[in-house]
């Protein structure tokens, strides 16, 4: 049975929880083979994590659902996530290889990097959405991991805030290059989730679920195939070129086009028939998608 939520806030409480190396407030980079011996339980912190395991080994529950680890993956985790813990026993210890960085939101002000995180979206990922990295990919990312370790391991002056910054930033940028060989290299099966969506928005209007549902959010049809909303715009945005909300809305013009070429129905009717809450919205909506208004379009059409 876990027990409540254990908090951390800081790196300094990480590291003396799990035993790990403190190198620095803010910031620290600790070898999983180094921890020592803690409990089952669950764990919320305020920090920025990007774990790297090197062997197949299952040892968290991220969100409701049990997470192993494969060989050489990374996996992120954003300030605010709870984690479920396994626990480690004598038993685990000789098995752990592998590296965590952890850092806090403040070693970022003041740097280039604080204006990009938000660009880092695979930090709210889900875990079945982990980075699987090649070799190559392993290395680039190791030498990373050392290059802040040693940073780190230097006395801190008036620079160390800078040069670490940029180095996280270098690693998340590898990172973003890796995902989208990632995206590629499952092209195949990326072709098949489309198709699903697909499906899934067309029986989302032969339901009727727009009536009570209103049109279908990025939320939803990211929860139909399984997938965090982040991952599955990055997906669309990969795939077809427009954001997941862009496609979504592009699925609706076309049915709004359908209804405003095969019905008499005004374009107060068809707005709320598609599911918007007011009118204007399925106007505005049109007019971005197609560049005309849907009375345009029907009198153009007609």
Sequence with gaps: ????????????DYCNYF?????????????????GLYAPGKMQSNLYCIMFKDIHCGEMLYGRSKYDYQAGTLLFMSPGQIIGLKGRTESDAPKSKGFI????????????LARRMKEYSFFSYDSNEALHMSEREKATILNCFREIKEELDLPVD????????????????????????????????NHHL????DTFLQEYYINDRQSSEGIPSVQQCAGKLCLSPNYFSDLIKRETGK????????????????????????ITEIAYDLGF????????VFKKITGITPLEFRTTSN
């Design 1 to 12: 049975m876990m027990k409540d939520i254990i908090h951390l806030e800081s790196v300094s």
């Design 19 to 35: 035993g790990a190396e403190f190198q620095h407030p803010l910031v620290t980079v600790a070898n999983f083979a180094d921890y």
């Design 101 to 112: 960085l952890l850092f806090h939101l403040d070693i970022m002000y003041g740097t280039p």
């Design 158 to 189: 008036k620079h160390t805030k800078q040069i670490v910054s940029s180095r996280i930033e270098t690693l998340l940028n590898h990172c973003v290059r890796f995902y989208e060989r990632q995206f590629v290299t499952r092209e195949i099966s």
């Design 194 to 197: 489309i198709g699903k969506l």
């Design 243 to 266: 954001t997941a909300l862009e496609y979504i809305q592009g699925f609706i013009v076309d049915q709004a086009k359908i209804m405003l070429t095969d019905t008499d129905k005004n």
């Design 277 to 284: 809450k007011y009118p204007h919205h399925l106007t505005r």
